[in-house]
């Protein structure tokens, strides 16, 4: 694999590494050699000009990841299935279709049901280059799986488990049965200011700003690339 595909596809390994350590405190460091496999139908990203304007990236950084993300995906699409396929090999003794399926959506803004080189790009930008805020508004947004604009315990109870099953038993041997749900308790004790019951995006960013450990994490995404 060539320099460009590697850095192309840690982009969104390590991205879902640091969410994890977000959550639980701890941080996996990222491992991945294999392929993508391509998909049947092709696809032509927007002019690097366009995309230029869209992002952070100069234009000689947009060649690098499009020769990268066309040498992954000859297609120029990455649809679900592809997409869990990567994160069962990154994560061998767990189960990461759940979690794929999340993150999958987070990418695929424009529910399109593909996440073609725009939106890998797009969301690339803000996560390496955005400000504090966009990272988290991103961050947010993956957490609010039907996009009503507020986490719920139920949806924060599902991403936790998701998390859980991805990075498996070796991962945690003795885990108690109640840990997803003490989690997500934390989360809301911390969260959850006004305690109605749901995290707003203003509450989620401005916990997330008290927090050290979070602020830290989110600068892990500026060595990626």
């Known amino acids: 694999m060539t320099g460009c595909a590697k850095r192309c596809k840690q ?22 050699d294999d392929d993508l496999e391509m998909t ?11 995309l230029e304007a869209q992002t952070s990236f100069s234009k000689r950084e947009l060649q690098v990841l499009y020769r990268g993300f066309k040498n992954e995906c000859p297609s120029g699409i990455v649809n679900e299935d ?47 280059r955005g400000s504090v805020v966009e990272k988290l508004q991103w961050t947010f947004n993956l957490y609010d799986i039907n ?21 498996g038993k070796y991962t945690y041997p003795v ?9 997500v308790d934390a989360f809301f004790q911390k969260m ?3 305690r109605d019951g749901v995290v707003t995006l203003d509450e989620f960013i401005f916990s997330c700003q008290e927090d050290e450990n979070i602020m830290r994490s989110l600068q892990l995404f500026e060595n990626v690339i």
Do not use: W
């Open 175 to 183: 885990l108690k049965h109640d840990a997803p749900k003490q989690h």
């Open 82 to 128: 592809t997409f869990k396929q990567i994160y069962s090999k990154f994560f061998p003794h767990g189960d990461a279709s759940a979690y794929a399926h999340y993150l999958f959506n987070a990418f695929d803004t424009g529910q399109t049901g593909s996440i073609m080189f725009e939106d890998f790009v797009n969301a690339l930008s803000i996560l390496l």
């Open 192 to 194: 959850d200011k006004n």
């Open 40 to 50: 049947t139908v092709c696809h032509r990203p927007e002019g690097l000009d366009q």
């Open 147 to 167: 996009r009503d604009g507020y986490i719920s315990k139920e949806e924060m109870t599902d991403i936790v488990r998701a998390i859980y099953d991805m990075m």
């Open 11 to 32: 982009g969104l390994v390590k991205f879902a590494l640091t969410l994890h350590k977000l959550l639980t405190g701890t941080l996996i460091k990222d491992k991945a």
